[in-house]
């Protein structure tokens, strides 16, 4: 039987201290992992190896640093190459879709979320993604 | 325990809900302002940016605290902004050239009015609600109106022994004062519901509504029908009964709103596309490329309600895929709908013939194909539920609660945790049905399926093994949590009144529990449940005895 890592650890880079805030309880309260979250893609770099994210969520539109450009920094640590990322977008053009997919991103998950289903939800992509990978 | 964590996370969401509802506050103040350059058509390319950036980001989040409608609104003006912003960016000294006067004054309105949203949008999720997740608690929250405060005591007692938490008012107006969740179900008065004269459906709309009241009459049903009630209960209200039948318009309500979706195509920006639409309306959604070694594993880790499947693939043909997945036992009832471009009635047919079930030509709208799959979803998961469920509790059938707990004992060796494996069974039941009858001792039996539903949590399993015996899986659940669960459950139990031949009368259970993981085989850890059960009936009944290993 194929070994299915648990999921414990999870990188949350997302410029709104908003979005921040109601993912910690969506994701530690409600989903019970450890969650890091960064309020920009740079912050996200610096903090990565220490934290050593399992999987990472990621904001697209963020100023500065997009999320894209973000995980390409992540790609570009031997130890993340592999790392599962997730962007969080609030578009669902079917052409952007596929691009953030086509930038190595597992899955795609639409703002709003609800804040309720939103662990299941990445536990489900953490399965899928084990899987196939 | 499950409560604790329910509770908490809501009062949090709560908070931050309303500390949104301030930051939206003050950014509508910006955007109020530049709503009135915009429909004066004196707005500048950086008050243009400000909106597109501000309505992006509340397109984006408003609905996650609760304020679907704001962001649906934010989305559709940033939508028509987004044209304007692009001009901008071609050095266009005003973006709003080619907005003509009627159309900037109404844009500009509109930004003007998004305030309308946030105050109208004391719907606060009801989602929340209406779905928990897997790791919160599985009770409901029903919604009493009831102007009498000793009625109201009794339901709020009485539905609390099923398992139902109840928030009580006493009329519309102190709900719509609150700022709590919409709750699944409501149960009104019926003379404050006819009093209403509409109000309570126009709230509550989609949601079931239940009146109780003392008057029995057709005429007097007629009046309740007619306007849009789902049910009346005469008083004294028959509680298990009442409580069976809320407990139906919520499953049904549940599995409505539900479902899950395997999508096999090989255009993969178009998938995408479908799946981001069916996940944005609650549906559970996986995508596969047309590749007949990923789709048999697929289907077995995911098990769909059904499946959507391009008929014409590259190099593959939907439909000997369907045939394939046909000669598989299990899956020669899944549904399978073909998406296609065909619409060719006789070739349809053809490929109806060949495995398949339904149509859906493309091109197809959004909305059409959210439509559609939930009704599908709904229709799959009842065919699928007369089959493997006991007609009387609904609970799964004795061979396929086995089967669960065989595959959840896999599971614990895979994931490496432990789950519990309990036998129930009802105490004197015999008795029960001598002295009062086999309809109350039917009432009985549906009243504890009723009551595990509610208080095991969505993941677990639960079967009638036997005539009065259950089988109760609990996943990753550790053995003194289970205990301590199921001691809640007898003791509720047996506080629960029913009514009989001769008079009122009460009736125990008595549970024995294993875990899952210590036994090599599923088998074996039935068999120990088993004995401990024995073991509880030897010694006094009415509680829980733990395997001794």
């Known amino acids: 039987m194929m070994q299915v890592e648990a999921l414990e650890r999870i990188m949350l880079v997302e410029d709104e201290e908003d979005i921040r805030a109601v993912a910690e309880v969506a994701l530690e309260s409600v989903g019970g992992f450890t969650l890091k979250t960064c309020s920009s893609g740079h912050e996200a770099l610096e903090a990565i190896e220490k934290f050593a994210p399992q999987l990472v969520i990621l904001d697209v539109m963020m ?15 031997a130890d993340f190459a592999g790392t599962p990322a997730v962007f969080m977008t609030a578009k669902v053009q079917s052409d952007e879709i596929a691009s953030y997919l086509a930038e190595g991103a597992v899955d795609v998950i639409p703002k709003p979320f609800d804040p309720m289903t939103l662990a299941s939800q990445i536990l489900e992509i953490w399965r899928s993604s084990r899987f196939i990978g | 325990m499950s409560d604790v964590i329910t509770s908490n996370v809501s009062a949090k969401l709560d908070g931050l809900r309303q500390r949104f509802r301030e930051k939206a506050v003050h950014e509508f103040e910006v955007l109020c302002s530049i709503g009135q350059a915009v429909a004066s058509q004196t707005a500048d390319c950086e008050q243009l940016a400000h909106a597109d950036h501000s309505l992006h980001r509340l397109a984006g989040s408003a609905g996650t605290f609760g304020f679907s409608s704001l962001g649906e609104e934010a989305r559709r003006l940033e939508l028509l902004v987004k044209p304007a912003v692009d001009l901008c960016k071609t050095g266009a000294d005003s973006g709003l050239a080619n907005l003509d006067d009627e159309m900037a004054r109404d844009f500009g309105q509109r930004l003007q009015s998004l305030q309308d949203f946030l105050d109208a949008g004391g719907e606060p999720t009801t989602r929340v609600v209406a779905k928990p997740p897997e790791s919160a608690s599985n009770e409901p929250l029903v919604l009493v109106i009831e102007p009498d405060a000793a009625q109201a005591d009794n339901l709020v007692s009485g539905l609390g022994l099923y398992g139902y938490r109840v928030q ?5 107006q102190q ?24 109000r ?9 509504i239940v009146c109780i009241g003392a008057t029995d009459c057709y005429r007097h049903r007629y009046a309740l029908a007619n306007e849009g009630a789902d049910a009346f209960f005469c008083e004294p209200l028959n509680l298990p009964l009442f409580a069976n039948h809320l407990d139906n318009l919520l499953t049904d309500r549940a599995d409505a709103e539900s479902g899950r979706v395997l999508i096999v195509d090989d255009d993969q920006e178009l998938m995408e596309h479908y799946s981001l ?11 596969v490329i047309g590749d007949p070694g990923l789709l048999l594993p697929a289907l077995s880790e995911f098990r ?32 399978i709908i073909y998406l296609s471009a065909e619409s060719d009635r006789e070739r ?11 149509f859906l030509t493309k091109p197809l709208s959004d909305s059409f194909l959210l439509r559609t799959i939930r009704v599908r979803c709904y229709r799959a998961k009842q065919l699928n539920n007369l089959v493997s469920r006991d007609s009387m509790t609904g609970l799964l059938k004795h061979s396929l609660v086995k089967s669960e707990a065989a595959s959840e004992h896999a599971r614990c060796e895979r994931m490496g945790y432990d789950s519990a494996i309990a036998m129930l069974d009802l105490d004197h039941f015999k008795r029960v049905n001598d002295s009062h009858g086999h309809r109350a001792g039917d009432v009985v039996i549906k009243g504890l399926a009723n009551l595990l539903r509610r208080r095991l949590r969505k993941t677990d399993v639960i079967g ?3 005539g009065e015996e259950f089988m109760v899986v609990l996943p990753d659940c550790p053995m003194g949590q289970a205990e301590l669960l199921l001691n809640d459950v007898c003791k509720d139990f047996s506080k629960i009144a029913f009514e009989g031949k001769s008079g009122e009368f009460n009736v125990s259970l008595s549970v024995g529990l294993a875990s899952l993981a210590s036994y090599g085989h599923p088998e074996e850890a039935i068999e120990a449940a088993d004995r401990a059960l024995y073991e509880r009936k030897r010694s006094g009944r009415n509680g829980v005895t733990v395997a001794f290993q």
């Open chain 1, 63 to 77: 100023p500065g640093m997009d999320g894209p450009e973000t995980l390409r920094g992540i790609r570009e640590l």
């Open chain 2, 168 to 172: 009580l008012v006493e009329d519309l």
């Open chain 2, 175 to 198: 709900w719509q004062a609150g700022s709590a969740p919409t709750p699944p179900l409501v149960i009104v008065r019926d003379q404050v519901f006819l009093a209403g004269g509409g």
């Open chain 2, 200 to 208: 309570l459906n126009e709230t509550f709309a989609d949601l079931p």
């Open chain 2, 277 to 287: 639409v069916l996940s944005a309306g609650g549906i559970r959604v996986k995508t």
């Open chain 2, 304 to 335: 769909p309600d059904i499946l959507l499947m391009d008929l014409q693939m590259e190099d593959i043909s939907g439909m000997a895929l369907a045939r394939m997945l046909r000669f598989e036992p299990e899956w020669l009832s899944l549904p």
């Open chain 2, 348 to 358: 349809q047919l053809e490929a109806l013939a060949r495995g398949g079930d339904d």
């Open chain 2, 464 to 466: 009638r093994y036997g």
